[in-house]
């Protein structure tokens, strides 16, 4: 645990693994009081897309814990980079959360019903089968079909609830279009969450509660990797796995060094 404790940076989950819902989690405060004190480099990397880095720090503030905006990013914001990149002032169809589309509004993207170059799909508590009629017109019409992170499931206060790679489902059925995902274990999530470190993998670990986004981002991206047990994966699930974490911790709180 020392040479865990002793690397420099941090990239962690959110749901499953700080909060679950508008729960925060035992151990929590501690985890990011040690962080801080410590002037480790950390980064909450979520792949949920429904809220902004300032939305998510005034929801850990609600919750009793400091952290600044800096010290988030989302598949939202992985998700309008990496469209940024590929069609500079493009337009889209959103199925999400505001958080989303503010991300996709700031690289300079618009919102078009008629004839969107996207269907971006996020978590989302507006699902309709009217969006859905919508996406399918504009995908059988070219638009490329994007979502913001392939998790099927996500923890919260009330259970496990469906996520992006379920609402996902219906379009690629419905059109034959496959998806592409930018969120977690995409490897350009990770990129972006060490660049925004400014930290190199060796030095880096990263904490997360699912095996087929947060531990195999960290396989594949060569990171040092911790599951917590206090999200959706349990230890009899690791005998599904062909690969498996470094580390296996009850949750962040283990992280910390007895007398931090």
Known sequence: MEAL???????????????????????????????????????????????????????????GVSVGEEHFYTSA?????????????????????????????????????TNPDYVVVGETRSYSYEKLERACQHIHNGAK?????????????????????????????ATGAKAYFVGKPNPLMMRNALKKLEARREETAIVGDRMDTDIIAGIESEIETVLVLSGVTQKSDLARFAYQPDWILDGVGDLVPPSG
């Open 77 to 113: 914001l992985a998700t309008a980079a990496f469209l940024a990149d590929q069609c500079q002032g493009g337009s889209v169809f959103v199925i999400g959360e505001a958080g989303l589309i503010n991300a996709l509004y700031d690289v300079g993207f618009s919102m078009n019903d």
């Open 5 to 63: 404790r002793n690397k420099n940076a941090f990239v962690c989950d959110m749901d499953g693994v700080i909060y679950h819902g508008n729960r925060l989690l035992p151990g929590v405060p501690e985890f990011i009081n040690w962080l801080q004190m410590s002037n480790k480099k950390f980064l909450f990397l979520t792949n949920s897309s429904e809220r902004s880095p300032r939305e998510l720090h005034e929801k850990m503030k609600r919750l």
């Open 145 to 173: 079909l994007i979502g913001t992170n392939p998790d099927v499931t996500g923890p919260s206060e009330k259970g496990i609830i469906p996520a992006t790679g379920a609402l996902m489902a219906p379009l690629e059925m």
